[in-house]
């Protein structure tokens, strides 16, 4: 009874003071009403706090079991294609291609995707396992149907149907998978249309261009998840120069490596302006594409002309080392030690066409580097100096005194030079702090 008072007297001082605020202009009549009966039942403990969140919690639930029929629906299929797929005829191969997409296709369909993020990455989910199972339906439709075995043309129905598929679910609306479907197929289908035109020779010239493309309309922000778009440009990039690499070694190597290294400048030039997650994503693609294809790019060419190409790589490096020392990039401690590395790798790739000129162009290059680190700034180069200096001058004892006794000659100034250049990098322990510290 005492209770049931105290809620009586509780609901008259809420009904006192909504009917106040209502009088002020504060409220009005139906929002005051609303008020007085959620306070109501909530006090009647009617209304329930978890009621909007017990959604939220059968979204996640319902993706993990999406994700997990569709992985068991593909391993069936995988096995069922394994076991019966060569005994099947054409008929059934296409209906068993053909029922899978549309299935996959209305399940996704069926999907609501605006309830809530889980269900829109369930749909996404669905629609992309739909564009495999249908690039296998053109497969089984060209070679098995039509009887076509041209590579090229095969390839080129499979990735023109995810093309197809893949545009129309995503174009304009926020569905990262099937943009990323849409614009890998678009690549592949323009590689194998160029196959089936031209021939092998263009194709990784044109998928060069097409990646180029999507890169400068996601640095532009031309398409929803424009980091998306960057990621497959630049990757069709590096796939298109190495393509060609691959055909025309003269031209394709130093195109490839070029196009790494402009990947990095547009990763590390503070001109451009460019976001965080661009320049991170051009500079891990850049660096990685360098690393795939500079050593080739560099060997091809020494073998030939190895004191132009060792000058070419030392030229370089001193760009590197210019751009670094004097901050005209965004992280200059990077750029001026791969300066400092290139231009002892240039002076080392001399030796293919001049092997007693390398050691003494390393040495002049290290002494020159030692002599630039004194500089106030610039005492990075010192080390670069120093371990120049390691290399090249035992190198050089071991080719100008060739023989058995030049083994003591060797530890000997090798022990020398190291004790030097240790209590040497010791004296420069208080500039390495205040000047590599002062860098960010």
Known sequence: MRLRDLQHGADRDLAAELSRWVALGLVSADQSAAIREHERRRAIGEVKSTAVASPRKVAPVAEAL???????????????????????????????????TVALLIAGTLVPEHADPAFARLRGFLWLASAATGALFAFVACQDGLGITKRATVVFACAAFVTLQSGVLWWGRNRPLQQLSFLGADVVAAGAATAIAAGEGPVGLVVWSVGAAYLIGGLRRLATFPLLTELVGAIALTVGAITTASSWQ??????????????????????????????????????????????????????????????????????????????????????????????IAGAAITAVQLPGFAPIFGIATAVGLVVLGMLPGRVLLSVFGSVGLLVNVPWAIGWFFPGDGRAPLLILISGVLILVLAVFLSRQRGRFRSELASRH
């Open 66 to 100: 999406g994700y997990l029929g569709g992985i068991l629906a593909t391993v069936g299929l995988v096995l069922l294609v394994a076991r019966y797929w060569p005994d099947m005829a054409t008929p059934g191969r296409l209906a068993l291609s053909a029922g899978s």
């Open 250 to 343: 003269a031209f394709g190597l130093p195109f490839a490596a070029m196009n790494a290294l402009a990947l990095l400048a547009l990763a590390v030039a503070p001109q451009l302006g460019l976001r965080v997650n661009d320049r991170r994503l051009c500079a891990v693609v850049g660096a990685l594409t360098l690393l795939a294809v500079g050593p080739g790019a560099i060997g091809y060419f020494a073998r030939e002309a190895g004191l132009v190409t060792g000058a070419t790589v030392w030229g370089f490096g001193s760009v590197l080392l210019f751009l670094g020392a004097n901050r005209r990039v965004r992280v200059p401690a990077v750029v001026e030690v791969a300066g400092g590395v290139a231009l």
